[in-house]
């Protein structure tokens, strides 16, 4: 079945930075666009950043400039390098499958997530 496992989270100071990774299994990884979205404490979720099956990108405001999606297909695996990390990244991130081959929020499998602090 399709499965999907985020590692690379941790507890980081403001301005550090992260690279977090989702290996992905159970479907053609290469053809369908996936997602970063996070919930940080008491929020709802928030759609981080995308990427598509031909590697065009997409992010939130919020962390355009500092964060960078990728994907490496021929290891089935997803990456978001977190850089110039603020108080308010703090969130859960997970890594998501979309339906189709655009990252249009159109969500179909949600990884556990994995736990990003950023805390002094």
């Known amino acids: 079945q399709v499965q999907l496992v985020e590692s690379g989270g941790g507890v980081v100071q403001p301005g550090g930075s992260l690279r977090l990774s989702c290996a992905a299994s159970g479907f053609t990884f290469s053809i369908y666009a996936m997602s970063w979205v996070r919930q940080a404490p008491g929020k709802g979720l928030e759609w981080v950043s995308g990427?598509?099956?031909?590697?065009?990108?997409g992010y939130a405001d919020s962390v355009k400039g500092r964060f960078t999606i990728s994907r490496d297909n021929a290891k089935n695996t997803l990456y978001l390098q977190m850089n110039s990390l603020k108080f308010e990244d703090t969130a859960v991130y997970y890594c998501?499958?979309?339906?189709?081959?655009?990252?249009?929020?159109?969500?179909?499998?949600w990884g556990q997530g994995t736990q990003v602090t950023v805390s002094s």
């Open positions: 990427i598509n099956s031909g590697r065009s990108t």
């Open positions: 998501v499958k979309e339906k189709g081959y655009d990252y249009s929020q159109n969500y179909h499998v």
